[in-house]
């Protein structure tokens, strides 16, 4: 795995939730749609970093998928994610 796209992965998913949180400031962050505002977000960036194109469904799916994961909560979600992407999607 190519550990500086992983970590850029990581970074643009930090970001990603940062500016969620910003949009939804109104109610802390509390989205219960919050998976298709990522999945807007990210899917013009996604490609840059893992070498394909996503639709919007399949960013939901994968993000809903690993959200439903039981992570440790010691683990930094971003780079748990970020690993999980690029293991599955990472083209180059």
Do not use: C
Not at 18 to 27: N, P, R, V
Not at 28 to 56: C, S, V
Not at 67 to 79: F, I, K, M, R
């Amino acid at each position: 795995m190519d550990l500086q796209k992983k970590q850029k992965l990581a970074e643009l998913l930090l970001e990603t939730g940062k500016a969620h949180h910003q949009a939804f400031m109104d109610t802390d962050g509390n989205d219960p749609e919050w998976a298709l505002w990522y999945a807007e977000y990210l899917k013009e960036k996604l490609p840059a970093i893992l070498g394909i194109q996503m639709t919007r469904s399949k960013i939901v799916y994968e993000l809903i998928k690993m959200d439903e994961e039981d992570l440790p909560t010691a683990l930094d979600w971003t780079q748990v994610y970020a690993g999980k992407l690029m293991s599955k999607y990472s083209q180059t």
